[in-house]
């Protein structure tokens, strides 16, 4: 088993608000979790804490449920890190702001027999089959709004979390239902890799090449290595100007069987 991660931020000056943990156990068994955590726009999310903490509390929740309740789903386990974090603020917040704290979450968690996973908003599952084939869990919500919505910091507030808009993790449980999850026996996975949209941006913003080949630089050169090509692009000066960030804290995780 080989797991390789790393997580940059898109600004020296400003915190990181992705979160990665990984882990591996003797038996064979181990999980991942990615959270990006939403970056409020000016006007406050409600929160006297931030989304660092509220990552901090969420990815903690998400990684210790993880290995130490294997027997819960990982929408259950979702849903209860949620609810726990959100009880961790519920005091001093205002939980019912529409950006309060919320990330966007990929899980998975193998053991002998499955790999299951998880998926959340826009941050992106990879999973390679023995015969290399690479296939990608996207939750597309957020693609299928139109970009001149997202614009509009009103516009996207009516659609986070909303019917027919799209959905983070925020201090609601019952958006773990909305999440992709899904499962594969052991011996169909060979690799797998879990990216926020700041690294994913090398296949589907930047088009440097399809999914299968974002793996295999994954694969030699590690996380570091694509983070670091998406880097170079966007500061490429005879690149137009990006639509959003420039740069995005930018995390990806790559475990090989
Ligand atoms: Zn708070």
């Known amino acids: 088993m080989r797991i390789d991660l790393a997580s940059v931020p898109g600004r020296q000056e400003r ?68 609810r726990a974090t959100a009880d961790a603020h519920r005091g001093t917040c205002d939980l019912s702001h529409v950006r309060t704290p919320q990330a966007t979450v990929v899980m998975v968690r193998w053991d002998e027999v499955y790999v299951e996973h998880l998926v959340l908003s826009d941050s992106v599952l990879l999973l390679q089959s023995p015969g290399g084939e690479v296939a990608a869990v996207l939750d597309d919500r957020l693609d299928r709004v139109p970009r001149e919505v997202l614009r509009s910091v009103a516009a996207t507030d009516a659609l986070r979390n909303a019917e027919g808009g799209f959905f983070t993790a925020a201090a609601d449980p019952e958006v773990a239902a909305r999440a992709v999850t899904g499962r594969t026996p052991r011996g169909g996975v060979r690799a797998l890799a879990a990216l926020t949209d700041g690294a994913s941006r090398w296949t589907d913003t930047f088009g440097e090449g399809d999914w299968g080949e974002c793996l295999a630089v994954l694969r030699k050169e590690g996380a570091e290595g694509l983070i670091a090509r998406v880097r170079a692009i966007e500061s490429d000066p005879a690149r137009p100007p990006a639509r959003y960030k420039q740069h995005d804290d930018a995390s990806a995780v790559y475990a090989e069987f």
């Open 15 to 82: 915190p990181n608000e992705d979160w990665v943990s990984a882990s591996a156990r003797a038996s064979g068994a181990g999980a991942l979790v990615v959270l990006d955590g939403v970056t409020p726009p000016a006007g406050g999310d409600g929160c006297v804490h931030g989304v660092p903490w509220f990552t901090d509390r969420l990815g903690g929740r998400l990684t210790e449920l993880s290995g130490s309740r294997r027997d819960m789903p990982l929408g259950g386990i979702l849903a209860e890190a949620v």
